[in-house]
């Protein structure tokens, strides 16, 4: 059990009421889930998802902070302080160097509160060690399959209506969901703080079918999947693929009946995704757009190697034709965009702070199913920011990052636990 290596080798091995958790830890249990919800189906784009958002998470800090000073034996691993330390000196170094190049304090400052999530790695793992992993990963696919019902009905309705019904359009033009979800000829639009999860989600799902053989997980399968094919993301169905297949050889599970079915279903999918011509040429235009900001990018890069223009830099429409219409932004390219903004010294900074933990991932030995499932995850969110800022939108690719650390903070407490034993 997950839980019974956090409790005493003594007199707490026993799964009791009287070592039940805290009742302040039970307050951040169920905040922790508000938060996973909360950042699924009301991003950060929008006013009201922000002040949840930070309303809720200084409440899970404030919480936990009472909880150490009551509990006083909370283990956090002195690896994870000397990283936390080195993130914060890093992305201090940044702002500092960026604020010397002129640029705006509250751009900077998105990316430096964005890294602040970070903070929740030892309260992920102190929640690992009561409630284990599985009842978090279980809300992500509950959420996420909100998500989907939504996004099919959004498409049913517009698909069927919005040629003539006065509502629909109204609700298409205007754009009352915002930024969020919009309903396009090409399909339905989801934005990177919602979308990334949609991949998780299929990875939980596929878990829990190999766990539990459980037709209802098949049919979350199948629903993500139809979700994936209205989007017609491009970026998402690469994601997919390639995460499904990686963690079929993580598991050795290709001579599998379901893993089988479920490739093939995402290759088909992808054909049928991308066969019409007019889909193909918009993903054409859409690659066109990411090479010209990956050539901006890389342009600017080389005119300032060291520093590049600065943490939170905002790329100008004279820069970037794609951008046309738009004032001031961020490049969708994420890679190229790091490297420009924040030159050699920020790509450093960037690679430790990304990769520290996917990295140790590799040395740990006592390896479970879900550790493993996390780590491809978080792998699939790389890949798919190559063309989408899933790294910053919503705080997705760090919140992942967060809860793989926690597991292999948990599966290091576990072995400090049995040498004291």
């Not at 707490?12 to 919800?37: A, G």
């Not at 000196?89 to 702002?95: C, G, H, N, R, Y």
């Not at 920020?346 to 996917?358: D, Q, R, T």
């Amino acid at each position: 059990m997950i839980r019974q290596y956090q409790l005493s080798c003594t007199n707490r091995c026993k799964l009791t009421r009287e070592n039940r958790p805290p009742f302040l830890l039970i307050l951040v249990h169920w905040l922790m889930i508000s938060f996973l919800y909360v950042n699924i189906l009301i991003p950060k784009f929008t006013y009201c998802g922000v002040a949840i958002n930070k309303i809720i998470f200084s409440c899970i800090i404030l919480l936990f902070f009472l909880y150490q000073m009551v509990k006083k034996d909370v283990f956090i691993s002195y690896r994870y302080l000397l990283y936390l330390s080195l993130v914060y000196i890093m992305i201090f170094i940044l702002a500092f160097i960026s604020i010397i190049k002129g640029n705006e304090l509250a751009n900077i400052m998105d990316f430096v509160f964005s890294l602040f999530i970070l903070i929740s790695i030892p309260i992920f793992s102190e929640l690992y060690s009561y409630y284990g992993i599985k009842k978090y990963l279980k809300h992500i696919l509950a959420a996420s399959m909100i998500l989907v019902v939504y996004m099919v009905m959004i498409f049913l309705y517009f698909s069927q209506y919005s040629s003539w019904n006065p509502m629909a359009y109204a609700l298409n033009e205007t754009k009352i969901f915002g930024t969020l979800i919009t309903y396009r000829e090409s399909g339905v639009q989801v934005s990177v703080v919602m979308a990334g999860w949609l991949t998780v989600a299929l990875l939980v799902a596929y878990y829990k079918l190999i766990k539990q053989k459980r037709i209802y997980y098949f049919i979350c399968i199948i629903m993500i999947l139809i979700a994936l094919f209205i989007s017609k993301s491009a970026g998402l169905w690469l994601s997919v693929f390639l995460s499904c297949t990686l963690f079929n050889c993580i598991l050795k599970r290709f001579s599998s009946m379901y893993s089988i079915i479920i490739i093939l279903f995402i290759l088909f999918l992808g054909f049928m995704m991308f066969h019409h011509e007019d889909i193909m040429d918009l993903k054409i235009e859409s690659i066109e757009q990411k090479s010209e900001q990956t050539e901006v990018a890389l342009q600017i890069y080389s005119d300032n190697q060291l520093f590049g223009k600065g943490l939170g830099y905002l790329y100008q429409s004279s820069e970037v034709s794609s951008m046309s219409g738009q004032e001031s932004t961020i490049l969708e390219a994420t890679y190229p965009m790091i490297l420009s903004s924040t030159g050699l010294i920020g790509a450093f900074f960037y690679v430790f702070i990304l990769l520290y933990y996917p990295i140790r991932f590799f040395t740990i030995r006592m390896k479970n199913t879900i550790m493993k499932l996390i780590f491809v995850c978080y792998f699939a969110i790389l890949i798919a920011a190559v063309g989408n800022p899933y790294l910053w939108g919503g705080g997705l690719g760090l919140f992942l990052m967060c809860m793989l650390a926690a597991s292999i903070e948990t599966t290091f407490l576990k072995k400090q636990k049995e040498r004291v034993c």
